[in-house]
């Protein structure tokens, strides 16, 4: 269920970066900290084609959420509670995001699409906190297609929240 107003946000569930290992580092240009509010983040791939995309970018595009702060891509990613305040900054840094590499005209005008963004990851959180999940995209003639999944406890030992 996607929330309407900013109101609906209050004392929800949102999806957090995590880092399992090193490979984050490895594998990812810019890699997301731990502990990152998180979104799919596939609008950031919606003019590439993936054939023309490096190695690292197509790790990037088949499988990272994307962290908003150091705006990074994570493997995985936690459902966790969060506080109204941590959403309105998450919200307030996307839409600066948005006019900063997107071409938004106005941090006015990206609100609402970072809430919106913030809203598909709140509906993404119908797991219980401390659940798991990582992101599949496929390219398909309609566009970029995700799959969600959950990943089981043994799948992450040893994994820095």
């Not at 919106?116 to 906190?129: G, K, P, Q, T």
């Amino acid at each position: 269920m996607l929330h309407d107003t900013k109101d609906d946000i209050n004392h929800m569930k949102i999806l957090k970066t995590i880092r399992v290992d090193d490979s984050d580092k490895n594998i990812f240009d810019q890699p997301a900290e731990p502990g990152e509010i998180a979104i799919t983040g596939s609008f950031a791939f919606s003019d590439k084609v993936f054939s023309e995309l490096d190695r690292k970018g197509k790790i990037a595009y088949q499988s990272a959420w994307l962290g908003i702060g150091s705006f990074g891509n994570s493997t995985f990613v936690e459902v966790q509670e969060v506080e109204e305040s941590d959403l309105d900054q998450a919200q307030q840094k996307l839409a600066v995001y948005f006019v900063q590499n997107f071409g938004a005209p106005s941090i006015a005008d990206a609100l609402p699409v970072a809430q919106d963004e913030l809203n598909y990851s709140v509906s993404l959180c119908e797991f219980d906190a401390g659940t798991i999940l990582a992101i599949e995209r496929t390219d398909t003639p309609e566009g970029i297609k995700e799959s969600i999944r959950m990943i089981s406890q043994p799948e992450i030992i040893g994994a820095t929240l």
